[in-house]
């Protein structure tokens, strides 16, 4: 369908219910039909069923079994025509007035030729264009990339690539980074800024830069790395061009227990890679990401980092690679047990989640005595007591049923829990 849109008068809202997308309550460009009869916009649906793993129709909250989509060819047409004559009628009017410029626009096309220019000043230019868009509102930061500051960082950093580059031209391009940084973005409004961002050249130069780059400038990038992570980017990608190292730069920075913002960052743009990617998975297991994670863990009290470090080790442990590096760490199992019943309903959740997978798809007699001998087993069976139904109740069933004649046979095994599963005087 093509984009039309309308952005001034009185019309800019006023648009028939039925033309709103039920998620983003905005006017579908591209208005499909999943199993429930309800239409969305394509782009929201799917971030809804794929990104986000959901099984129910946002509308009625339906479960939805297949989440196929349908083109609502008619409503299109539909949408087309109400917009054409409007926009028929809006062609009579007048442009609209544009927004006068920031209080330090002069300021930043100075700094913007400034830095553009090959000149021993480069670094010192971008220092005070972060500066000023650091200090400035949110009118400075829009004026700063209509200005086409973003595009001229870009330029900047991706001259590291060249193999001419030298110290000063790796500065200029962490300066950048800087003070890319310090700008919103937003997958709406700024499409075309986030495609540049993720052309495969500045992808290079920001890996480059997460590898091999001071402190701060590490930071950036993760951060960075973060907000193009949102705008749905294919991360395999990067596992495909950056490899190992990539990966092990970035289980570095999750390591770092001085800088907890960027330690905290790291962790949740790796979560966002692992969920997004499985090729991801299996390079960060190369890059000794399960052995890292687990041994993160013990000293991990904050609930939030303890959780994400366990989801991590959860998405490494559903591939076979990952499973087999968990069993093979003598600390794996001992350390997410620990953590079932003592830190979060979350920490609890995922725990169970990983001895599942391990138990099901690897359970070698080492393994099926480590969880004995460690407490897993009996934070398993005191999940048992907690009242009502759960998937992770369920999972716990599973896994006792399933190794409970293996585990009988240890006096340590408690006996009402032989009966409860039928275990008793079985072979």
């Known amino acids: ?253 999750s390591s770092d227990e001085i800088s907890t913002a960027a330690s905290s960052c790291a962790l949740q743009l790796f979560v966002e890679m692992l969920e997004a990617s499985k090729k991801s998975r299996l390079k960060a297991v190369e890059a000794g990401a399960v052995c890292t994670l687990v041994e993160l863990l013990p000293d991990s009290i904050r609930p939030k980092r303890c959780e994400r470090i366990m989801q991590l080790i959860k998405l490494l442990c559903e591939c076979a690679e990952g499973r087999a590096a968990f069993a093979d760490h003598g600390l794996g199992i001992a350390a997410v047990g620990k953590k079932m019943l003592s830190v979060s309903g979350g920490a609890t959740k995922i725990g169970v989640k990983i001895l599942w997978l391990v138990s099901s798809f690897h359970p070698t007699e080492r393994v099926l005595e480590e969880m004995l001998v460690c407490g897993a087993v009996k934070k398993l069976v005191a999940l048992l007591h907690i009242g009502g139904r759960s998937t992770t109740k369920e999972k716990v069933v599973k896994i006792l049923k399933m190794h409970g004649r293996t585990w009988r046979r240890y006096p340590c095994f408690p006996g009402d829990v032989k009966e409860y599963l039928g275990l008793e005087g079985s072979n």
């Open 1 to 253: 369908m093509a984009e039309n849109t309308i952005n001034y008068g009185e019309f800019a809202m006023d648009f028939p219910q039925d033309f709103r997308c039920p998620i983003s309550m905005e006017l579908m460009k591209d208005p499909v039909t999943i199993s429930t009869g309800v239409s969305y916009d394509r782009k929201n649906i799917e971030k809804w069923f794929h990104t986000y793993k959901k099984a129910t129709c946002p509308a009625t909250m339906q479960l939805v079994d297949n989440p196929a989509t349908t083109p609502n060819h008619t409503l299109s047409r539909l949408i087309v025509s109400w917009l054409n004559t409007c926009q028929s009628n809006h062609d009579r009017l007048p442009p609209p007035p544009q927004p006068p410029p920031s209080s330090k626009h002069d300021e930043l096309a100075a700094l913007l030729a400034a830095v553009n220019d090959s000149t021993p000043f480069k670094v010192s230019s971008l220092r005070k264009l972060r500066s000023v868009v650091e200090n400035g509102d949110h009118v400075i930061k829009e004026d700063f990339k209509k200005s086409g500051g973003v595009e001229a960082l870009v330029s900047i950093m991706v001259q590291i690539l060249s193999d001419d580059s030298g110290f000063t031209m790796f500065r200029a391009c962490e300066e950048a980074l800087g003070v890319l940084n310090q700008i919103p973005f937003s997958d709406e409004d700024d499409e075309k800024i986030l495609q540049l961002l993720m052309s495969p050249n500045c992808m290079k130069s920001m890996a480059a830069v997460l590898q091999r780059g001071g402190a701060e400038a590490r930071f950036c990038a993760v951060s960075t790395f973060q907000k193009i992570a949102k705008a749905d980017y294919q991360w395999y990608y990067v596992a495909e061009d950056q490899g190992v190292d990539f990966f092990k730069s970035l289980l570095e920075i």
